[in-house]
């Protein structure tokens, strides 16, 4: 029996940041907006922290492999729910971001982990207030009918992460 991998070139291209950064836009996200938020979780520690250093950072965490494959997971899911290609009576608890199920949560968390311990009190901060580009993705998934559960976790995860980039960098 031939043992089956995965196509390398596929696993490894070197545009798989751009085409993570591609579908997250496809979904309603830029890493500016992700910046922002890393921003406004750092700018009152850093005074001389710039959007622009924020952005550097976001794309930092973004070009993670982990990070990647985080995101491509929350995004398929988000995406086959919305599809109705999932079944009940997950795509009902996917589809209203049910409060109890925390699996996007701990997908969240895998991208938050990769900067450490403080990056996980400011995911659980930015979670809760869901500021900026937080709060369209929840009221979407609310109104509009489109599934944000997993892409607003992960957005706020890598804004966490990011933040916790910055602050490990200006201790």
Same mark, same amino acid.
């Given at each position: 029996?031939?043992?089956?991998?995965?196509? +390398?070139?596929?696993?490894?291209?070197?545009?798989?940041? +751009?085409?993570?950064?591609?579908?997250?836009?496809?979904?309603?996200?830029?890493?500016?907006?992700?910046?922002?938020?890393?921003?406004? &979780?750092?700018?009152?520690?850093?005074?001389?922290?710039?959007?622009?250093?924020?952005?550097?950072?976001?794309?930092?965490?973004?070009?993670?492999?982990?990070?990647?494959?985080?995101?491509?997971?929350?995004?398929?899911?988000?995406?086959? #729910?919305?599809?109705?290609?999932?079944?009940?009576?997950?795509?009902?608890?996917?589809?209203?971001?049910?409060? &109890?199920?925390?699996?996007?949560?701990?997908?969240?968390?895998?991208?938050?982990?990769?900067?450490?311990?403080?990056?996980?009190?400011?995911?659980?901060?930015?979670?809760?207030?869901?500021?900026?580009? &937080?709060?369209?993705?929840?009221?979407?998934?609310?109104?509009?009918?489109?599934?944000?559960?997993?892409?607003?976790?992960?957005?706020?995860?890598?804004?966490?992460? #990011?933040?916790?980039?910055?602050?490990?960098?200006?201790?």
């Amino acid at each position: 029996m031939e043992e089956k991998t995965f196509d +390398d070139e596929v696993v490894n291209e070197p545009n798989m940041r +751009d085409m993570v950064v591609k579908r997250m836009e496809e979904r309603g996200v830029t890493l500016v907006e992700i910046a922002e938020l890393t921003y406004n &979780l750092q700018a009152k520690y850093i005074p001389e922290l710039s959007r622009e250093s924020c952005l550097e950072h976001v794309e930092r965490v973004v070009t993670k492999r982990e990070v990647q494959n985080a995101i491509l997971t929350g995004l398929e899911l988000d995406i086959l #729910a919305e599809k109705g290609n999932v079944s009940e009576p997950l795509r009902t608890m996917l589809m209203d971001d049910y409060g &109890l199920y925390g699996v996007d949560e701990v997908l969240a968390l895998a991208i938050v982990n990769v900067y450490g311990s403080i990056g996980f009190t400011n995911f659980g901060y930015i979670d809760k207030v869901k500021p900026g580009i &937080l709060k369209k993705l929840d009221l979407e998934g609310k109104e509009k009918g489109k599934c944000n559960t997993f892409l607003d976790d992960i957005v706020g995860a890598i804004a966490a992460a #990011a933040a916790s980039s910055i602050a490990h960098k200006f201790a």
